[in-house]
């Protein structure tokens, strides 16, 4: 069964990040805020979460992941940028905001755009998010919340355990986060190039 754990959106308790960081290391599943949405998450090295999360959305191999950071000191561990990007990342950060960005061989494969060797990664604008990040010490691999046959990610943290009961281990009630997605950015190339308009404001992103 199911999960579910309440914690306060503002000012998470620890004894309960603990909870959920542990639900993670053990190899579950996690339902958690973001700053735009509910998001399912799992340990970047556990290749089995991350097949449940595939089987979950119907997702085939191609689809895109995103890498959770704290912040961007672990940025390049994971991902390619020069300074001028750089600059503009930090500037942006945490928001509501995807960056595709070339990665680095420090990324597991199966993580990566099978072609184009790139990855996703943000910084989420939301207290839960970046304590259970900050515990973990290390990124979160995370997809949105939208099941098979929906346009939206579910947003309440009731109706995400009754529609994953049994199929994922926890469900962190952080309170409504909003149900826009987030902006997409492909810095991979010489010019920023937005892929998706979201909840975060890109006009420093365009030509």
Not at 28 to 47: E, M, R, V, W
Not at 84 to 113: C, Q, W
């Amino acid at each position: 069964m199911t999960k579910i754990l309440t914690i306060h959106p503002e000012n998470p308790q620890q004894r309960l990040i603990d909870q959920a960081v542990e639900v993670i290391r053990k190899g579950g599943l996690i339902a958690y805020p973001t700053d735009s949405a509910y998001a399912l998450g799992c340990h970047i090295g556990d290749k089995m979460a991350l097949d449940r999360i595939r089987a979950i959305r119907q997702l085939d191999k191609h689809k895109n992941f995103t890498l959770m950071c704290r912040d961007l000191s672990e940025l390049a561990t994971y991902a390619k940028v020069n300074n001028s990007d750089f600059r503009l990342l930090k500037s942006h950060t945490p928001g509501a905001y995807t960056f595709i960005l070339n990665a680095t061989p420090e990324v597991p494969r199966r993580l990566m755009h099978p072609k184009r060797k790139t990855i996703g990664m943000r910084v989420p604008n939301n207290p839960i998010a970046l304590a259970i990040m900050s515990t973990l010490g290390e990124p979160l691999m995370s997809s949105s919340l939208i099941l098979p046959g929906d346009s939206a990610p579910l947003t309440e943290p009731y109706d995400i355990k009754e529609a994953l009961d049994h199929q994922i281990e926890l469900v962190i009630d952080g309170g409504f986060c909003g149900f826009d997605a987030t902006s997409v950015i492909d810095m991979t190339g010489d010019e920023p190039d937005i892929m998706r308009r979201g909840c975060g404001d890109v006009s420093a992103f365009e030509s």
